[in-house]
């Protein structure tokens, strides 16, 4: 190994178990704050595992819209409802093994899946083919950009609509009635008033 | 200035606005309702369901116009018959339903601007999401479907079922499409990059990644039948139905099972067609146990709307051996039959209960005895309805199962179609119950019944006389559909059969 590659290692072995303190952190805290603390060291280890494997895009978004705003607006919440009591963990039924088992064959699963698929990918084929791509010297975001407007135009301009009625939607549910118990009676002045010499059988 | 025009100039040779137009039109009358509602401060709001009105109807001409011409076009769409069709029956759902929500609002003294936003956004995710070929657009269109009948579900949010119906939709749809977009994240691996469905299938080698594609698939089946509510997925269906507002769940029955169909459909044919025989076997399976189970509960219901969401699980079932037997010859023809009768059938069988349960406030079947007395033009048009869905000739239901069931039958799918015949004839039983509760004489109404009045509503009886004649022009419009349409049936086949790709 080289040294880049013995750097690369090293801030590696750093950012790991940074995410995998955290998570435990996350689930095993009684205090919520701490936990949703955690989970903010969890998003933050995620970007910097980005920046490392050179996605420099992903990473700031990942900063910017999970640490910064997914995290904030968790801890938020979390302050303002009340600190509940620890509740006592002792009795562990059936449920806790079957899910411990389920999860153990799971976590195995993907650990003999992962180490299948790195000895195909380090094959000496594979490897020459990836280096002959040139990722190194391409500027991310401006890929990202072009290929946004040009080939991905649709879901792009759908994802802004999508945006819209999820803003619309969720403000529906929150806000004060009592403007639509105004609006309600208008109506009901307005229609008593002027529809009589309409013709009643028409939508229009 | 010169960057703009040379970016046009791209835009232009990429993308042929023309072939997205209906859905344009869509989105300029969704912004239109949303300026109009803003600028009139919640006032005059019969005018944004006539924008709504408008812009669909607009929408169909051009699509219409488009059937006749089919424009071909690469990368983001592909302007085949099987596409356009689906969009039109998506237009078709919109329309009716939007005739029949007008009053609802209105009566409920709640905001009313929201609601016709809502149901361009689902139909306009719907419309995407039948023409979509690429992995992200599906997605991306099909969270728009997903999260719109989510608000729309969640709308009366005074009530306590509204409420629990929208979170076990959301809930339940998130945990669908993500699992859903595992799936998609695996053949985006394998095929180096491609998320265009036809460059998928070129990169793809299918013989070295064998058991990576059908992990793939099982997810992907896993997402789509959580949408389409085949049997082991279907848990939602009941529980959101019957809490949800009638109108709304007229709507989202059919609107997100067409777009559902469309989508497994495409994916399922394009993608994985050397696995056919597992993946057949796998769907057959499911579609037995949705008919057998859907029919099955039905018949134990004691509320409208949770029977109609059993019966509606159990016509998917049906469906899905219209999916199953396509052939070269056919292509589609008996599943997109079915699936526009069956929004004929299912919309109009919404569109009866929902001024029952607005004029007498309840659900149950029970309460529907004796309907006849009262109000015989309802109690007709709903007979005819239920028989079209349970299949008695000479109404168009019959037809769309007899050709369903006998295109089965030649493809060889013997066990689908016999339990499906029997199926039928169990759901049978459960709509002639109510027709024969409503047909009935009885001596001691039901204390409901007693205080029924056709002209009651609650609000001024203005409104009711003018607001009544929409839901039942949606009432007229769909019992003629359903029952005319048997008549019909040649034409109709005749331009569903050239759908196979």
């Not at chain 2, 777009?259 to 579609?287: D, G, M």
């Not at chain 2, 029970?366 to 028989?387: E, H, I, N, Q």
Request: aromatic share 12%; proline share 2%; net charge neutral.
């Amino acid at each position: 190994m080289n040294l880049s590659e013995l750097i690369h290692e090293f801030i590696l072995a750093l950012i790991e178990p940074g995410i995998l303190v955290g998570s435990i952190g996350t689930v095993s805290f009684i205090n919520t704050a701490n936990s949703a603390f955690s989970l903010g060291l969890v998003f933050t280890c995620i970007s910097l595992l980005y920046f490392a494997l050179n996605a420099d895009f992903i990473a700031a978004a990942q900063l910017l819209v999970y640490v910064g705003a997914i995290n904030v607006l968790i801890v938020f919440a979390v302050m303002i409802t009340d600190q509940s009591v620890s509740s006592d963990s002792e009795k562990r039924g059936i449920g806790y093994f079957t899910a411990l088992g389920a999860c153990s064959i799971l976590f195995l699963t993907i650990v003999c899946i992962f180490h299948k698929i790195n000895d195909f990918y380090s094959s000496s084929i594979h490897q020459s083919e990836y280096l002959k791509l040139n990722l190194f010297e391409q500027n991310d975001v401006q890929n990202i950009g072009y290929q946004l407007l040009n080939k991905f135009l649709v879901p792009f301009e759908l994802a802004s609509l999508l945006l819209l009625v999820a803003l619309v939607g969720a403000i529906n549910p929150a806000r004060d009635e009592d403007e639509g118990k105004d609006i309600a009676e208008n109506q009901k002045k307005s229609f008593v008033s002027s529809t009589s010499p309409r013709d009643k059988s028409s939508f229009f | 200035m010169n960057d703009i025009n040379s970016f046009l100039s791209r835009l232009n040779s990429t993308i042929n606005f023309s072939t997205i137009l209906p859905e344009i039109i869509l989105i300029v009358g969704l912004i239109t309702i949303v300026i109009t509602d803003l600028v009139n401060k919640g006032k005059n709001a019969i005018f944004l369901y006539k924008i709504f009105l408008i812009s669909t109807l607009v929408s169909m001409g051009i699509l219409f116009y488009q059937l006749i011409s089919v424009i071909a076009f690469e990368d983001l769409y592909t302007n085949n018959i099987f596409n356009n069709l689906f969009r039109f029956f998506i237009l078709i759902c919109s329309f009716i339903s939007v005739l029949l929500s007008v009053d609802y609002v209105l009566c409920s003294k709640i905001s009313l601007a929201e609601f016709p936003l809502f149901k361009i956004s689902a139909g306009l995710g719907g419309m995407i999401l039948s023409c979509a070929t690429n992995l992200i657009t599906i997605y991306v269109s099909l969270e728009f479907l997903a999260l719109s009948s989510c608000f729309l579900s969640g709308y009366t949010k005074r009530d306590i079922r509204s409420n629990e119906a929208s979170m076990k939709f959301l809930l339940m749809s998130g945990a669908s499409s993500s699992s859903l977009l595992y799936g998609f994240s695996l053949l985006y691996g394998f095929s180096d990059g491609q998320v265009q469905l036809d460059n998928i299938i070129d990169k793809i080698s299918f013989s070295q990644y064998l058991p990576i594609i059908c992990i793939s698939a099982a997810f992907i089946l896993a997402g789509t039948a959580f949408k389409l509510s085949l049997f082991p997925f279907h848990q939602w269906t009941p529980d959101v139905y019957e809490g949800s507002p009638t109108r709304v769940v007229a709507f989202f029955s059919v609107t997100s099972k067409v777009a559902a169909l469309s989508l497994f459909t495409r994916l399922f044919r394009l993608i994985f067609p050397y696995l056919s025989n597992e993946w057949h076997i796998v769907v057959e399976l499911l579609a037995i146990s949705s008919m057998i189970l859907g029919n099955l509960i039905a018949v134990t219901q004691r509320s409208f709307k949770r029977m109609l969401a059993y019966s509606s699980i159990s016509q998917i079932g049906y469906v899905m051996i219209g999916i199953l037997a396509a052939d070269l010859e056919n292509g589609y023809a008996s599943m997109l039959t079915y699936t526009f009768i069956y929004i004929f059938m299912n919309l109009g069988t919404f569109a009866r209960i929902t001024p029952f349960s607005l004029r007498t406030g309840t659900n149950n079947i029970r309460d529907y005895a004796g309907l006849y007395m009262k109000d015989p033009v309802l109690t007709f048009s709903l007979v005819l309805c239920l028989l079209s869905l349970g299949g008695i000739p000479p109404l168009s239901g019959f037809f769309g199962k007899h050709y369903l069931f006998w295109h089965g039958w030649k493809a060889g799918l013997y066990i689908s179609v016999t339990v499906a015949l029997v199926t039928s004839v169990i759901s049978i039983y459960y709509y002639l119950k109510i027709i024969k509760l409503m047909l009935t004489k009885t001596t001691n109404l039901v204390d409901t019944l007693k205080t029924y009045e056709k002209q009651k509503s609650l609000v001024s009886s203005v409104i009711s006389t003018k607001l009544k004649s929409s839901v039942e022009m949606a009432m007229i419009l769909c019992a003629l559909a359903s029952t005319l349409s048997g008549l019909f049936m040649d034409p109709i086949i005749k331009i569903t059969r050239n759908t196979f790709f």
